[in-house]
């Protein structure tokens, strides 16, 4: 079946403790993508990658890192998680070309609270 | 911010009436998608429309897209129990790789 999983779905953890959420798509996607949706303001992209080892900013990348090493996989880090960072996270896969986008897949999406 | 932004933010309606929600966005873009989430789940994608066409049908969804006005409109004709949900809009801004998603707008249908 194709789909996107993340890892764990629920986490609670204190400021500063470093954690990752894990992201994995099994349809041999290039493009994949964090976002974060807060109440009231919809979601928001963290960062995405174009394919293995190409990165980039989305709109709110502070306090989080990605790196994507396997086409499949996309993690998301918080090297020091901190209160305003508690949010339900959504990773996405897409087969966009460049300059050509399609639809994306989400995964189930991981509610993160930082104390 | 980039953010589009969606109305109405929230909309009840009876099954058997139509759902009409409307997305504004802020820059040239590629394509403008709509994606629907039911209660904190992850978003699922309904239907895309490119920049250069203007309406787009499947099933019971009707998107148009007007790119002089920087809006595109949604609507569900003679709606269900079921589309109950969350209704969102994204764009991908010319020259970017990026997304950016509206507000959403809750849609409610009462049987």
């Known amino acids: 079946e194709a789909q996107v999983t993340q890892n764990p779905r629920y986490l609670i953890t204190v400021t500063g403790k470093k954690l990752t959420v894990t992201c994995s798509q099994n349809?041999?996607?290039?493009?994949m993508s964090w976002y974060r949706q807060d109440p009231g303001l919809g979601l928001r992209q963290i960062y995405y990658?174009?394919?293995?080892?190409?990165?980039d900013k989305g709109d709110v990348p502070e306090g989080y890192k990605v790196s994507r090493k396997e086409k499949r996989n996309f993690p998301l880090i918080l090297e020091s998680p901190s209160p305003n960072q508690t949010s339900l996270y959504f990773c996405?896969?897409?087969?966009?070309?460049?300059?050509?986008?399609?639809?994306?897949?989400f995964g189930p999406g991981t509610r993160l609270t930082v104390l | 911010s980039q953010q589009g932004e969606e109305d109405p933010q929230a909309l009840s309606i009876q099954e058997g009436e139509n759902a009409t929600m409307n997305c504004s966005y802020k820059?040239?873009?590629?394509?403008l998608q709509w994606y629907r989430q039911n209660s904190g789940r992850g978003l699922v994608h309904l239907i895309l429309?490119?920049?250069?066409?203007r309406e787009k049908h499947s099933g019971r969804l009707r998107v148009t897209l007007d790119t002089s006005k920087k809006s595109s409109s949604l609507l569900i004709t003679a709606s269900r129990a079921a589309d109950t949900a969350s209704y969102f809009c994204?764009?991908?801004?010319?020259?970017?790789?990026?997304?950016?998603f509206g507000t959403g707008t809750r849609l409610k249908v009462l049987a």
């Open positions: 429309i490119r920049s250069n066409e």
């Open positions: 820059t040239s873009i590629n394509n």
């Open positions: 349809m041999n996607h290039e493009y």
């Open positions: 994204a764009t991908d801004p010319r020259g970017t790789y990026k997304y950016i």
């Open positions: 996405a896969s897409s087969s966009g070309r460049e300059g050509v986008s399609n639809e994306q897949f």
């Open positions: 990658s174009m394919n293995v080892e190409v990165t």
